[in-house]
């Protein structure tokens, strides 16, 4: 499966500084922390200090973002990364849907402990 993702300007200026200052990488996550089982999840914007063995680096008009390949199936080929104008909550949507309009960046440290 090929992935795209776009991130708007306004998601653009919000990450730069962030990313940037703390040297990490974005994670588009499939979290099912709590959700029940391992179809039952939420996407979700990560910031970590390296990428998983199953973890792929998904071209972007911005910085690459990691990906699970084994949680492709979650997500749609073309997908694009807002922010709420006036906040720091982003926005995962795709042309047919919105994927998850309430995304906070997680600060995940190694061994994903948030």
């Not at 499966?1 to 588009?28: E, H, P």
């Not at 029940?36 to 970590?48: E, F, K, R």
């Not at 990691?66 to 949507?93: A, C, H, N, W, Y």
Request: hydrophobic fraction near 40%; charged fraction near 25%; aromatic fraction near 8%.
């Amino acid at each position: 499966m090929s992935l795209y993702i776009t991130f708007t300007d306004a998601a653009k200026r919000a990450l730069a500084s962030i990313v940037a200052k703390s040297g990490r990488q974005l994670k588009l996550m499939f979290d099912t922390d709590g959700c029940g089982c391992l179809v039952d999840g939420v996407p979700a914007l990560w910031l970590v200090d390296k990428a998983d063995d199953d973890d792929l680096a998904v071209e972007t008009n911005f910085v690459p973002v990691l990906v699970e390949r084994s949680r492709l199936i979650f997500f749609d080929e073309t997908m694009t990364i807002d922010v709420k104008p006036g906040t720091t909550v982003f926005q995962l949507k795709s042309p047919g849907q919105t994927l998850n309009g309430h995304m906070p960046l997680v600060e995940v440290k190694s061994g994903h402990e948030r």
